[in-house]
C-alpha cells in the first residue's frame, strides 16, 4: 500500500462507503435477478429459472449480512447467513450443469442443501472463527462460477457469440472474487471495496448476458429468415408444380379421346366438360352449363320406376350398357359409361367417362357375320357331299342310259335335258364349296370370264330377288391373269353386293353389267350399276376403312379396304368411274399372265382329271369300296360295262379282309367314310401290301377341303371328283392300270 500511496492512489474506502457499497450491490443483484426471470420467460430455458434462484438467495445473503449490523454476529443470523450464500453457490453450480445439458437429479441437490444447513449449524454453534465457516462455502461458490465459466467458455466454442465470451471471463472473475471474499472481509475498508468489485462484476455479467441473448435472438433470426426464404422457395416450385399440373390435368382432360363430363350433383347440371363431350353432346363449352346430362341420355328399361334420388340416376347412368346418347342435333351414339364422385371448385360433382363404342359395335357385327359364314361354310360343306353323292347316281345312270340304251327320239331328248341340269346343279355345288371354303392365298392362271360366269350361276337368285337386270359382256379369248380366285371371287361378289344394295331403294328397274376387257398387257373386269352413285365429296373416302354411307349394322364399312388392298397384292389397282348406265363403277385391272406358247391355248390347271380321247384299256380286277351301296353299285356297273370284273363293298374293313386273299389290279376307294375313312384304309392297305400304293383311286366331293388335298397331293394317286362321267372312270381306271404294267392285262376298248 505504501506504493500506490507514494504514487497517489488510495484503494482503501471508509466505512461511511460501506452503506453505498452494499446498496450498489443489492441493486445489481436484483438487476441480475429481473434480467434473469425475464430472460427465463422470454427463453423458456429451465437454467435461467435456476440461476434466478441462485441469485435471489445471493441477494438475500446481502441482504443478512449487512441488513443489521448489531445482529451480524449472533448464532442464528450467521447461520440463516451462510446456508442461504451456500444455497446460492449450489443453485449456480446446477444451473451450470443443466446449461451444458448434465442430466442431474433433484433429490441429490435437496440433500446438499440439507449438508449445508448443517454446516451452517456447525459453523455458527461450534466453530470459534468466521474464516472457517466462510471459506469453505465461498469455495464452493468459486467453484460454481469456475464450473459456469467452462460451460460458457464450451458454448462459445460452438457458437462464436461475444455475450458468451464475455460470460466466460465473468464467471472466472466472479469465482475469483468469491474464493477471495473471506479474507477481505476481515477489514471493512476491504469489504467495501469487495462490495463495489462485486457491483462491477455482476453487472458485468448483466450486460454480458444481454448481449448473449441478443446474438442469440439474432442468430435465431437469421436463421428464421433463412427457413423462411428456404420455405418461401419450395413454396414457389410447388406453386411452379402446381401450376403445371393444371396445365397438364387441363391438357389431357381437353385432349382425352374419351368424352368425360364433370355434373353438380343434385341436378345434373354440367358443369365442365371436354372437347370430345362437346363434339359427343353437339354443344360448346360456353352453353354447356344450361344443359344437363340427363337430357341427353335415351334410357331403357325404366319404366314406372323412374330414379328418384339423384344417387340412383348415377347408378342407372352407369348401369346402362350401353348408353345412347342423343346429341343436340338429333344424332343417336351408342357409349359405354363410367363414374365417380370427385371435388370440383370445393363442392362435391360426379364426373362421367363415356367411350364411344359405334366401331366397336361395329366390329362385334362383323365378327358375328364371320362366325355366321363359317359355320355356314361348314354347313354347306356337309350339304355338299351329301349332295354329290345322289348326284352322282343320277349322272352315272344318266350317262349309261344315254350311251347303251336305244331310246325314243323324245325321250332321248327329255334325258339329256335332265343331264344338262344335273352338270349345272354338279357345277353349282362346286361353286359354293370353293367360296366356302378358306383356301390359303396361292397364285395360278385364272379367266376372270369363267370366274364371272360361275359367280353368275350362284347370284342368280340373289338378282331375281333384287328385280334386277343383269347384262354380261364377256370378252372372247381373254388373256388369263395370275391371281387367287377365292380372293377375286370375293371381291367380285362384294362389288355385286354394293350395286345390289345401292339399286334397292331406287324408283326404276336395277340394271347391272358386268364385263371384262382386254388392253395394252392389261385384263380390266367393270362392275356397273344405274344407282345413285358416289357423291363427289366423298370420292377420297370411299377406299378408307370402316367408312360407309350405309346405315349402322347395314356395313361394316370394309369392303372397299379389302378390295384395295387384294387388288394390291395382286399388283393391280381398283379404281371408281361414272357409269355409263347412271350410277357407279368400279374396275378392277390385272396384269395379264406371262405364258409359254403351249400354255396359251390350254385350260386352267384343275385337279379334276381329264378325260382322254383315245386311252387304251386293259382287262382286270378291281374292288370298289363305297360306303353309299348305290354309288358303288352304278361305278360297278360302268366298270362291268368297260370290261373290268369288278367286287363291291361297302366297309373298309371287309376291304381289307378281301385284299388279304386277292390281288386287285385297282381298288377305288370313297374318301369319306364312317369308321375307317379313305386315308386310314390307304394306309392299312399298303401296310398289307406294298405293291397297292399306286393302285388306289380315291372317290370325294369335297375337293377343295384343304386336308384332302393335301394328302391326295402327298400320294399323287388319282382321284374322281363326284359327281364323275363314265369317261374320267375310263380314263382313271386305264392310266393306273397301264402305270403298274400289269402282264396279264389284255389291251380292249369299249
Avoid at 60 to 87: A, D, K, Y
Wanted: hydrophobic letters at 45%.
Amino acid at each position: 500500500m505504501h506504493f500506490l500511496d507514494a504514487i497517489g492512489i488510495n484503494l482503501y474506502f471508509t466505512r461511511e462507503y460501506l452503506q453505498a457499497g452494499v446498496l450498489v450491490s443489492l441493486l445489481t443483484v436484483w438487476v441480475l435477478v429481473g434480467l434473469f426471470y425475464y430472460l427465463n420467460r422470454y427463453t423458456k430455458r429451465r437454467y435461467f429459472t435456476i440461476w434466478t434462484t441462485a441469485w435471489l438467495f445471493y441477494a438475500l445473503w446481502i441482504t443478512i449480512s449487512f441488513g443489521s449490523q448489531g445482529n451480524r454476529r449472533e448464532p442464528p443470523m450467521l447461520m440463516l447467513e451462510q446456508w442461504c450464500i451456500g444455497v446460492s453457490a449450489v443453485f449456480l453450480l446446477w444451473g451450470s450443469l443443466s446449461f451444458l445439458g448434465e442430466q442431474v437429479r433433484s433429490s441429490m441437490f435437496g440433500w446438499f442443501l440439507a449438508f449445508l444447513l448443517v454446516w451452517s449449524y456447525i459453523g455458527a454453534y461450534h466453530l470459534r472463527g468466521r474464516m472457517q465457516m466462510q471459506v469453505p462455502v465461498f469455495s464452493l461458490i468459486a467453484a460454481a462460477s469456475a464450473v459456469t465459466g467452462a460451460s460458457f467458455f464450451k458454448y462459445r466454442r460452438k457458437h462464436r457469440y461475444i455475450g458468451a465470451t464475455l460470460l466466460t471471463l465473468g464467471f472466472f472473475l466472479w469465482g475469483a472474487y468469491m474464493a477471495s471474499y473471506p479474507f477481505m472481509e476481515s477489514s471493512e475498508d476491504l469489504t467495501s471495496l469487495a462490495l463495489f468489485i462485486s457491483a462491477g462484476l455482476q453487472l458485468m455479467l448483466a450486460v454480458s448476458m444481454i448481449i448473449l441473448v441478443l446474438e442469440e435472438v439474432r442468430q435465431t433470426h437469421e436463421l428464421t429468415l433463412r427457413e423462411v426464404q428456404i420455405r418461401r422457395a419450395e413454396i414457389d416450385v410447388l406453386q411452379t408444380k402446381v401450376v403445371s399440373t393444371e396445365e397438364r390435368y387441363r391438357t389431357l382432360f381437353e385432349q382425352a379421346g374419351e368424352a368425360i363430363v364433370i355434373t353438380a350433383i343434385e341436378d345434373f347440371r354440367i358443369l365442365e366438360l371436354n372437347q370430345a363431350a362437346q363434339r359427343l353432346l353437339g354443344i360448346n363449352h360456353t352453353e354447356a352449363g344450361r344443359h344437363c346430362l340427363t337430357a341427353f341420355c335415351q334410357l331403357r328399361n325404366v319404366g314406372s320406376a323412374a330414379p328418384e334420388t339423384h344417387q340412383e340416376w348415377f347408378e342407372l347412368l352407369c348401369r346402362q350398357r350401353p348408353l345412347n346418347l342423343v346429341s343436340k342435333a338429333g344424332g343417336l351414339t351408342p357409349v359405354e359409361v363410367n363414374g365417380s364422385e370427385v371435388g370440383f371448385d370445393g363442392r362435391s360433382a360426379y364426373q362421367f367417362f363415356m367411350s364411344e363404342i359405334t366401331e366397336r359395335t361395329r366390329l362385334e357385327q362383323q365378327l358375328r357375320q364371320s362366325e355366321k359364314l363359317s359355320a355356314l361354310g361348314q354347313m354347306i360343306s356337309g350339304v355338299a357331299h351329301e349332295l354329290n353323292n345322289p348326284l352322282a347316281v343320277v349322272k352315272g345312270y344318266l350317262e349309261l342310259i344315254l350311251a347303251h340304251h336305244d331310246l325314243e327320239p323324245q325321250t332321248r331328248v327329255d334325258l339329256e335335258k335332265v343331264a344338262h341340269e344335273s352338270n349345272r346343279a354338279a357345277k353349282l355345288v362346286m361353286n359354293f364349296l370353293s367360296f366356302a371354303r378358306d383356301q390359303p392365298a396361292h397364285r395360278e392362271l385364272v379367266n376372270l370370264s369363267e370366274l364371272v360366269e360361275r359367280l353368275v350361276e350362284v347370284r342368280k337368285f340373289d338378282l331375281l330377288v333384287a328385280k334386277a337386270e343383269l347384262t354380261v359382256d364377256l370378252a372372247p379369248q381373254l388373256p388369263r391373269v395370275s391371281a387367287d380366285p377365292d380372293q377375286v371371287q370375293q371381291l367380285i361378289i362384294n362389288l355385286v353386293n354394293n350395286a345390289l344394295q345401292a339399286m334397292v331403294n331406287s324408283e326404276r328397274v336395277g340394271r347391272l353389267r358386268i364385263s371384262t376387257r382386254s388392253t395394252e398387257g392389261r385384263v380390266r373386269l367393270t362392275v356397273e350399276d344405274n344407282g345413285p352413285g358416289v357423291p363427289p365429296e366423298l370420292l377420297n373416302k370411299i377406299f378408307e376403312p370402316f367408312f360407309t354411307t350405309k346405315e349402322v349394322g347395314a356395313g361394316t364399312g370394309l369392303g372397299l379396304s379389302i378390295a384395295h388392298s387384294i387388288m394390291t397384292e395382286h399388283k393391280g389397282r381398283i379404281c371408281y368411274q361414272a357409269a355409263a348406265l347412271g350410277g357407279a363403277a368400279f374396275v378392277l385391272e390385272f396384269p395379264a399372265a406371262q405364258v409359254r406358247g403351249d400354255e396359251a391355248s390350254g385350260e386352267t390347271t384343275t385337279l379334276l382329271p381329264k378325260a382322254a380321247a383315245a386311252v387304251p384299256v386293259c382287262v382286270g380286277r378291281i374292288l370298289v369300296l363305297d360306303d353309299e351301296k348305290s354309288i358303288a353299285e352304278m361305278l360297278s356297273e360302268m366298270l362291268g360295262l368297260l370290261g373290268y370284273q369288278t367286287m363291291v363293298c361297302h366297309a373298309a374293313a371287309q376291304a381289307l379282309e378281301l385284299i388279304q386273299g386277292r390281288t386287285f389290279d385297282v381298288i377305288i376307294s370313297d374318301f369319306r367314310m364312317p369308321g375307317i375313312n379313305g386315308e386310314q384304309f390307304y394306309k392299312l392297305a399298303v401296310k398289307q401290301q406294298p405293291e397297292l400304293a399306286r393302285r388306289i383311286i380315291f372317290l370325294t366331293g369335297d375337293v377343295v377341303n384343304e386336308d384332302t388335298l393335301n394328302f391326295l397331293q402327298a400320294t399323287g394317286n388319282p382321284h374322281l371328283a363326284k359327281p364323275f362321267q363314265l369317261a374320267d372312270v375310263r380314263s382313271a381306271v386305264a392310266e393306273v392300270i397301264q402305270a403298274n404294267s400289269c402282264p396279264e392285262s389284255v389291251a380292249g376298248g369299249v
